[in-house]
């Protein structure tokens, strides 16, 4: 273990950074496993889409208990955040081409509202959470038709 580097010593700072290598061919296969990644996606939409009904049926539950029960019972702001982070988490696994489809959702606010809850999860604006689950999902689902 003495001769590993450690963090933030090494070419890359201790960080692992993919490079693009051409093939032989001259494409980069960065951009195969971008264009792969990207055609997963578009042949699981149908699925993805689907996790996504369940996540807004899901708080659409929750939601109708209503913010005072929200703001009383620490399980209900679990069960929120944990929407919350699954919803950010699923739309980032939706296609790029269906995503701009919908320009009209704010697909960066919902990964970060996620990047958010999951990483400073101490200090949770649980007023945030509510909105996302009482206002953010329902017009999500009404745009996307879920």
């Given at each position: 273990?003495?001769?590993?580097?450690?963090?933030?010593?090494?070419?890359?700072?201790?960080?692992?950074?993919?490079?693009?290598?051409?093939?032989?061919?001259?494409?980069?296969?960065?951009?195969?496993?971008?264009?792969?990644?990207?055609?997963?996606?578009?042949?699981?939409?149908?699925?993805?889409?689907?996790?996504?009904?369940?996540?807004?049926?899901?708080?659409?539950?929750?939601?109708?208990?209503?913010?005072?029960?929200?703001?009383?019972?620490?399980?209900?702001?679990?069960i929120g955040k944990n929407i919350v982070?699954?919803?950010?988490?699923?739309?980032?696994?939706?296609?790029?081409?269906?995503?701009?489809?919908?320009?009209?959702?704010?697909?960066?606010?919902?990964?970060?509202?996620?990047?958010?809850?999951?990483?400073?999860?101490?200090?949770?604006?649980?007023?945030?959470v509510w909105d996302a689950i009482a206002?953010?999902?329902?017009?999500?689902r009404q745009v996307l038709g879920l």
């Amino acid at each position: 273990m003495t001769n590993q580097p450690r963090r933030g010593h090494g070419p890359a700072g201790g960080q692992f950074r993919p490079t693009a290598r051409p093939d032989a061919t001259g494409l980069e296969l960065a951009d195969e496993v971008t264009d792969a990644s990207e055609q997963k996606r578009e042949e699981r939409l149908p699925h993805t889409l689907a996790e996504l009904k369940v996540l807004c049926e899901d708080a659409a539950k929750l939601a109708a208990r209503g913010r005072t029960h929200f703001d009383a019972d620490w399980g209900a702001k679990r069960i929120g955040k944990n929407i919350v982070t699954e919803v950010g988490e699923t739309a980032t696994r939706l296609p790029a081409s269906y995503r701009a489809d919908h320009p009209e959702l704010e697909w960066a606010f919902i990964s970060g509202m996620r990047n958010r809850v999951v990483h400073v999860h101490k200090d949770t604006d649980y007023g945030a959470v509510w909105d996302a689950i009482a206002v953010d999902l329902p017009h999500l689902r009404q745009v996307l038709g879920l």
